[in-house]
């Protein structure tokens, strides 16, 4: 099996208080959304590929 890594930059002026946006570099088309309240949102131009919810665990 294959592994990969994508990495995702930040984009700057885009975010607000509520959420970060992020864009896929080799495939700017692909942008994520990480909010305050965990959830995370993969879009592919514009349609909603995949929704998601992090948690963070405090040791």
């Known amino acids: 099996?294959?592994?990969q890594v994508v990495?995702?930059?930040r984009i700057n002026g885009a975010s607000n208080m509520?959420?970060?946006?992020y864009v896929n570099e080799p495939m700017p088309q692909v942008r994520l959304?990480?909010?305050g309240n965990g959830?995370?949102?993969l879009?592919?131009?514009?349609?909603?590929?995949?929704i998601g919810q992090l948690t963070v665990f405090n040791l």
């Open 18 to 21: 509520e959420c970060e946006y």
């Open 33 to 35: 959304t990480v909010c």
């Open 39 to 41: 959830e995370v949102e």
């Open 1 to 3: 099996m294959r592994s």
């Open 7 to 9: 990495v995702y930059s």
């Open 43 to 50: 879009l592919e131009q514009g349609q909603t590929l995949n």
